[in-house]
């Protein structure tokens, strides 16, 4: 799901799709989210035999700037919060972010590359709690993504080169 949000935002920016156009070109759009279950066998954080379903609602917001050099620069932020519940009707509130940052250069304007920093946490009655995320290097030519780790806690996700990354482990989304 990470990997679609992740290029929706991007296609839509380059293409001029989006729900609406803020002040200063920003581009923003309101995301119904329903995700795949999240389990104990995928991830080691939750207690055995625990599956986890999801709904909510995210609002992406991306930007693109060009400057006088021509050297181009894409933002976007996601935040996500909705209610999940697990195999014994336990109910939890989750919140999730992410945002990114990522520019192309003179030598090489096809690819892109900066910071992306991703946030996903999950509470409630039940007995399943997560708090994970990481800090990357994001680089993509549109073709392709890559994620290089530089800090991740709580197992979020694979960080293997695209297509197999972003398999999700404790990160649903």
């Known amino acids: 799901m990470k990997r679609t949000a992740i290029s929706a935002a991007l296609v839509a920016l380059l293409l001029g799709a989006g729900t609406a156009t803020a002040g200063g070109g920003a581009t923003v759009e309101t995301i119904q989210m329903t995700f795949a279950p999240l389990n104990s066998e995928t991830c080691s954080y939750l207690p055995d035999g625990t599956s986890i379903t999801w709904s909510g609602t995210g ?3 991306t930007t693109s700037r060009t400057d006088a ?8 932020t996601t935040h996500a919060n909705g209610f999940a519940t ?5 109910t939890y509130a989750f919140n999730y972010s992410n945002e990114f940052r990522i520019s192309n250069t003179l030598a090489d304007p096809t690819v892109f590359s900066g910071l992306m920093t991703d946030s996903f946490s999950l509470a409630g009655q039940g007995p399943a709690t997560l708090n994970n995320g990481f ?3 994001f680089t993509t030519d549109f073709v392709s993504f890559g994620l290089d780790p530089l800090i991740s806690r709580g197992d979020p996700i694979s960080f293997a080169p695209y297509p197999q990354g972003f398999t999700p482990h404790c990160d649903p989304l």
């Not at 697990?86 to 336990?90: A, F, T």
């Open 59 to 61: 609002t992406s917001i």
């Open 69 to 76: 050099n021509g050297v181009t620069t894409i933002g976007n």
């Open 86 to 90: 697990d195999q014994d009707g336990n």
């Open 135 to 137: 800090v990357a290097v």
